[in-house]
């Protein structure tokens, strides 16, 4: 066997192992959703990255080819989370310059857990197609209950104003478990404020786990190995 055979073979047993590289995200994420073609926030069907909206009854801000395509979004905004980390206030013996001045907060946090955020930003279980308009509109913003807010999109039941997103109550706590998860698994320590915790909370009692949502973990967890371990054991329950 030649050194090229042996090369390959070992490639295919590292990324069967190990958790998939960004390249490879796009790809998996477009096979598990391969007989489920619907957007995340308003349940819009697509084909070839082109969106279905009239039969959805979505109506689009601006008519423009942002409203017609979809895009793969990262629901967790790791930025928020990061004063969460202890070296975001204690530094850490590795946070110097080569000078040997110490520093502390994100630039401390994003070294020390260098290799932790790369799994996080390559892990499908956190990205869901969005359409590219809606993404736009949405990106910085927090998720919410909004009080009387218009809806701005047709029959696409979301709420967007200048700091929050409200989604539509079928996501609500699949959005609500994708925060845990992160939680659990990236963060030190509960990611969220006492406010964010009884909302995530009320989502996820509102909008239970449902066969899609299982579905699609399993998936993921098949082509990658990275697993949702909290998911899967309700998944369990639904068998």
């Known amino acids: 066997m030649n050194s090229k055979c042996i090369l ?31 957007t995340f926030l308003c349940n819009c ?13 979505f109506y689009p801000k601006v008519n423009n080819k942002n409203a017609h395509n979809y895009t793969w979004v990262k629901l967790i ?14 530094g850490h013996d590795l946070c110097k310059t080569k000078k040997g001045k110490k520093f502390k907060k994100a630039k401390c946090v994003k070294r020390i857990y260098k290799k932790l955020f790369k799994e996080l930003n390559n892990d499908p279980h956190i ?23 218009k809806r701005k999109f047709g029959e696409c039941n979301l709420e967007i104003n200048k700091k929050y997103i409200e989604p539509r109550d079928e996501v609500k706590g699949d959005i609500a478990r ?12 509960n990611a969220f404020t ?33 697993k949702n371990n909290e998911l899967n054991l309700h ?3 639904l068998k």
């Open 8 to 38: 390959i073979m070992f490639f295919c047993i590292f990324f069967h192992n190990k958790i998939v590289y960004a390249y490879d995200k796009l790809n998996i994420l477009s096979e598990v959703y391969d007989d489920n073609r619907k």
């Open 235 to 237: 998944c369990e329950k």
């Open 178 to 189: 994708t925060f845990q998860y992160v939680s659990n698994k990236y963060v030190m320590e």
């Open 127 to 149: 990205y869901y197609p969005i359409i590219k308009q809606i993404a736009i509109l949405i990106k910085d913003k927090k998720y919410r209950n909004i009080k009387n807010e």
């Open 77 to 90: 905004k790791l930025k928020d989370y990061l004063k969460k980390y202890p070296e975001w206030k204690k």
């Open 45 to 57: 069907e697509y084909k070839s990255k082109k969106i279905n909206y009239k039969k959805c009854n």
């Open 194 to 226: 006492k406010k964010q915790n009884i909302i995530f909370n009320a989502w996820s009692k509102n909008d239970p786990i449902d066969k899609w949502e299982c579905k699609r973990s399993r998936l993921i967890e098949n082509k990658t190995g990275i």
